[in-house]
């Protein structure tokens, strides 16, 4: 069982891969990275230049890890740059490579996730394909960011409270404040969703804040940075909320938004008018806790400066709407298949 379940993922893995490589190659050769100031902060830590952006320089693990795989094997990827592409390339070509496996391995979790709602394979593959061929995948799996690893943090938690995952959990409360500082608005559907107890539940929050808040001040202390630099900064985003409000409802946002999902918004439509019932029936399998979630990524879009970019951790759940979607449209094709026949 355990071997059919790894041959299962492994293929799901694969195939998120050759969904995402082609796309993501291509989008990596044509941006000028020294244009986008992110790329610039990731690939600066990557150099361990720490003079950097104080919302950004905390998230060291993918530049660290980028910059190991810069090392071993960047002399043989830098003989593969295309002639056109603007600066070093070894450097974002081991960003690419580990943000293109982490992007995948979110696009298993969200197979998995579609699943342990009783999607079958074939419609919970479908719904990861709304990630997968999401225009902002492409740059997340491409470019040097760090935006895959708080994808999949997102997807342990969810899918760890689903299936009452420890492990799961437990990687998403270490790793979560190391991703992205975003993760304190996740934090909290672990503590009142998940089925550890509360008391271990402080304890693990504790131990990860400790650990967080000891290897920031360590850094700080190495690199020269005053202490609380990092959290003013944080906390000035909050200045962004009311015109972030306003921004929310024009046409040209609510767009943006809808095209993050692009034509994949007629699978729910064609599914609600196939069957009457089918909306409130799907909206009752969804759990509670996915309210919250979607609060949670309401306030993060609302404290970026993107907001459709920040729309797209919402991804696991609208890939399940859409895996229920192309189940009830499969089971309406072949009730009229039936029909045919029985008329002939």
Request: aromatic content about 14%; charged content about 15%; some cysteine.
């Amino acid at each position: 069982m355990k071997h059919k379940i790894l041959n299962e993922h492994t293929l799901v893995f694969l195939f998120c891969m050759a969904v995402i490589l082609g796309p993501a190659i291509a989008t990596l050769f044509a941006f000028d990275l020294t244009h986008y100031p992110d790329c610039r902060t990731y690939l600066g830590l990557a150099d361990f230049n720490f003079n950097q952006s104080p919302v950004r320089r905390y998230r060291v693990i993918i530049p660290f890890a980028a910059s190991v795989i810069n090392y071993i094997a960047g002399g043989i990827a830098g003989k593969f740059a295309p002639s056109y592409f603007v600066g070093n390339y070894s450097l974002p070509f081991s960003f690419f490579i580990i943000n293109t496996m982490l992007t995948a391995y979110f696009g298993v979790l969200i197979y998995q996730y579609c699943k342990a709602f009783g999607i079958d394979k074939v419609s919970s593959l479908v719904g990861t394909l709304v990630m997968l061929t999401c225009r902002y995948t492409a740059p997340i799996a491409a470019l040097p960011l760090v935006d895959s690893l708080f994808c999949v943090v997102i997807a342990l938690s969810l899918l760890g409270i689903k299936r009452k995952n420890t492990s799961m959990l437990l990687w998403a409360i270490f790793l979560g404040p190391f991703a992205k500082e975003a993760f304190i608005f996740i934090a909290p559907l672990i503590f009142f969703f998940s089925h550890i107890p509360k008391k271990k539940l402080l304890l693990f929050f504790l131990l990860s804040g400790i650990l967080v808040f000891t290897c920031r001040y360590l850094y700080d202390l190495h690199t020269l940075h005053p202490a609380t630099g990092g959290l003013r900064a944080d906390l000035y985003h909050l200045y962004r909320i009311k015109s972030s409000v306003r921004k929310l409802f024009t046409i040209s946002t609510i767009l943006k938004l809808l095209l993050t999902i692009g034509f994949w918004l007629l699978a729910p439509i064609l599914a609600a008018f196939s069957q009457k019932s089918w909306l409130t029936g799907m909206l009752r399998q969804l759990d509670k806790y996915l309210i919250w979630f979607m609060v949670s990524v309401v306030l993060q879009m609302l404290l970026s400066g993107s907001m459709e970019r920040m729309f797209y951790l919402a991804m696991p759940l609208i890939c399940v709407i859409v895996g229920f979607s192309i189940e009830q449209l499969k089971k309406t094709l072949a009730l009229e298949s039936i029909q045919n026949e029985q008329c002939h």
